[in-house]
């Protein structure tokens, strides 16, 4: 049985779980999702939380099983506290700055590079080396901070570029002197 899929999912104040067949909808402060389950699974809100069952124990059923809790868990975390994603920008005149709802990136190129805030996603920009990528929906946020990290990743001899808060660059040596 799936450790993950039997767990069920508290339902905080505030929030609101409904259940249309297979279609999962969970309003909360935030905002609204919905998620469209696998009909196999059997989704029920029961007293205060959600379970998420089977039908069987067929391969299928079980490798889907607790990915629909887990994607469940992700909409009732997203409306009620958000997800976040923080880059940060390293590199001599590079720098990030907020103009309206346009994120206006100097990353060493010859031109700007700009981004613009989604409806479901925002930028906010704290410092000229910070962005911190927020929304609901978890699946869109790192989406979409994994596309601004793409602008310019991040290089391995001066670490130049835009990366994670929490990710590490293996720093790699120069080339060796000929000679001298």
């Known amino acids: 049985m799936s450790r993950i899929g039997r767990k069920p999912i508290n339902i905080p104040a505030g929030v609101d779980v409904k259940v249309d067949g297979s279609v999962i909808t969970v309003k909360g402060p935030k905002g609204e999702l919905s998620y469209t389950a696998n009909p196999a699974m059997t989704v029920e809100v029961k007293d205060g939380s959600v379970e998420v069952s089977r039908p069987d124990d067929n391969k299928f059923n079980r490798s889907i099983h607790g990915l629909t809790r887990t994607l469940i868990n992700n909409m009732v975390v997203g409306v009620t506290e958000g997800y976040t994603k923080e880059l940060k920008v390293t590199g001599v005149g590079y720098r990030v700055q907020k103009q309206g709802n346009k994120c206006v990136m100097n990353l060493g190129?010859?031109?700007q590079v700009i981004v613009e805030d989604t409806a479901d996603v925002k930028l906010e920009v704290p410092d000229p080396n910070t962005i911190k990528v927020v929304g609901i929906d978890k699946q869109k946020v790192g989406q979409?901070?994994?596309?601004?990290?793409?602008?310019?990743?991040?290089?391995?001899?001066?670490?130049?570029g835009i990366r994670y808060v929490d990710e590490y660059i293996r720093r790699k040596e120069g080339k060796a002197g000929k000679g001298k």
Do not use: D
Request: no cysteine; hydrophobic share 20%.
């Open 109 to 111: 190129y010859s031109h």
């Open 144 to 160: 979409f901070a994994a596309e601004i990290r793409e602008k310019r990743p991040p290089e391995p001899y001066k670490g130049k």
